[in-house]
């Protein structure tokens, strides 16, 4: 019997009305993983994923952690559909606008990381649709307009309800662009944004600067041309028409230091939705069947002694406090006894 489990339990259950909460995760052995099905993806509090991360002798051996206050991968999903929902539909449109000017964009970043890591799918905590657009290309499209500028451009054809900014060097956005602000194809990103069902969201295209025979995303981060071209039709979470890179996994692996996995009890990339509390833990739901297994976790177990501490003083300042009261009562009486 798992005695931390049973005392502790009052005061990290879930409560009611709210969505269950897991009860066990054993937690797998493999501390990177390329693709993992949402169903054996957590979040769980960053604090309490390092401790075991540190104190335990994962991945030797086996990691079964208290998930009471961790969210499934499902669930996280489901509460951030609407958001990943309009990321799809503006990176679909995206791909059709430029298409119809005749540039031709593909996923990168946490677009690609999500369409490799959940198979064509999204990363379940994803805020914004990521995508590139090669310059050399996009200097041929200014080019056939009489040098009119790819902002200009961008601008004419966008339908009511969709906007666009561009982002200059020193990361500033700029609503509603003109070639008078960037000419030709100089601009290192811009994004077109909309509001689908009631959630605003939007897509980024990056300039990529394609000379001799390498592709750059930024500075020092280059592939060959055949790591990149040619370009691979596929589609997004099944629905939207897009292009991802000839060779994936290489480009994820150089843009993200040769960990484009999943990184099994590690932070999630801090973001305005979920700050930097959570951790991504991969692994096995479990019932509370399996709770004397359980590694108590420290920072909690110190939580919870502090709140019991807490507890006996006032109780036992409650008790001493009747106590006076009660001698002090007994005392008026023999007084007015003796004085009677």
Same mark, same amino acid.
């Given at each position: 019997?798992?005695?931390?489990?049973?005392?502790?339990?009052?005061?990290?259950?879930?409560?009611?009305?709210?969505?269950?909460?897991?009860?066990?995760?054993?937690?797998?052995?493999?501390?990177?993983?390329?693709?993992?099905?949402?169903?054996?993806?957590?979040?769980?509090?960053?604090?309490?994923?390092?401790?075991?991360?540190?104190?335990?002798?994962?991945?030797?051996?086996?990691?079964?952690?208290?998930?009471?206050?961790?969210?499934?991968?499902?669930?996280?999903?489901?509460?951030?559909?609407?958001?990943?929902?309009?990321?799809?539909?503006?990176?679909?449109?995206?791909?059709?606008?430029?298409?119809?000017?005749?540039?031709?964009?593909?996923?990168?970043? @946490?677009?690609?990381?999500?369409?490799?890591?959940?198979?064509?799918?999204?990363?379940?905590?994803?805020?914004?649709?990521?995508?590139?657009?090669?310059?050399? #290309?996009?200097?041929?499209?200014?080019?056939?307009?009489?040098? #009119?500028?790819?902002?200009?451009?961008?601008?004419?054809?966008?339908?009511?309800?969709?906007?666009?900014?561009?982002?200059?060097?020193?990361?500033?956005?700029?609503?509603?662009?003109?070639?008078?602000?960037?000419?030709?194809?100089?601009?290192?990103?811009?994004?077109?944004?909309?509001?689908?069902?009631?959630?605003?969201?939007?897509?980024?295209?990056?300039?990529?600067?394609?000379?001799?025979?390498?592709?750059?995303?930024?500075?020092?981060?280059?592939?060959?041309?055949?790591?990149?071209?040619?370009?691979?039709?596929?589609?997004?979470?099944?629905?939207?028409?897009?292009?991802?890179?000839?060779?994936?996994?290489?480009?994820?692996?150089?843009?993200?230091?040769?960990?484009?996995?999943?990184?099994?009890?590690? @932070?999630?990339?801090?973001?305005?939705?979920?700050?930097?509390?959570?951790?991504?833990?991969?692994?096995?739901?479990?019932?509370?069947?399996?709770?004397?297994?359980?590694?108590?976790?420290?920072?909690?177990?110190?939580?919870?002694?502090?709140?019991?501490?807490?507890?006996?003083?006032?109780?036992?300042?409650?008790?001493?406090?009747?106590?006076?009261?009660?001698?002090?009562?007994? @005392?008026?009486?023999?007084?007015?006894?003796?004085?009677?």
């Amino acid at each position: 019997m798992n005695l931390p489990w049973l005392l502790f339990s009052p005061f990290f259950a879930p409560e009611q009305g709210q969505v269950s909460r897991p009860q066990v995760i054993r937690v797998w052995n493999d501390t990177e993983l390329l693709r993992a099905d949402v169903d054996n993806i957590f979040l769980c509090p960053k604090q309490s994923v390092s401790f075991f991360r540190e104190a335990s002798g994962w991945p030797a051996t086996d990691l079964y952690i208290d998930a009471r206050r961790c969210q499934r991968g499902r669930d996280v999903w489901n509460s951030n559909g609407d958001r990943l929902a309009c990321v799809a539909k503006v990176t679909g449109f995206t791909a059709e606008l430029l298409a119809d000017i005749g540039l031709d964009d593909f996923l990168l970043d @946490g677009s690609l990381l999500g369409w490799v890591r959940h198979k064509g799918g999204q990363i379940p905590w994803d805020l914004d649709g990521d995508t590139a657009v090669l310059r050399s #290309q996009c200097e041929e499209v200014a080019g056939r307009s009489q040098g #009119q500028a790819i902002c200009d451009i961008l601008r004419e054809k966008l339908p009511h309800g969709y906007f666009l900014y561009a982002i200059d060097e020193d990361e500033v956005v700029h609503p509603d662009p003109r070639g008078s602000d960037f000419a030709g194809c100089d601009v290192p990103e811009l994004r077109i944004g909309s509001t689908v069902n009631g959630e605003w969201c939007h897509t980024d295209i990056y300039m990529a600067s394609d000379v001799d025979d390498e592709i750059c995303f930024r500075e020092g981060v280059c592939f060959r041309r055949d790591q990149v071209l040619p370009l691979r039709n596929e589609s997004l979470v099944g629905r939207y028409p897009v292009k991802i890179p000839a060779q994936p996994e290489e480009i994820l692996s150089g843009l993200y230091k040769n960990h484009s996995g999943i990184m099994n009890l590690h @932070g999630v990339p801090m973001n305005y939705a979920f700050q930097d509390d959570w951790a991504v833990v991969i692994g096995t739901e479990l019932d509370d069947s399996f709770s004397d297994r359980v590694t108590v976790d420290r920072p909690r177990l110190y939580e919870a002694l502090s709140l019991i501490c807490v507890a006996f003083v006032l109780c036992f300042g409650v008790a001493y406090l009747l106590r006076s009261k009660c001698r002090r009562q007994a @005392g008026f009486v023999k007084i007015r006894q003796y004085t009677v």
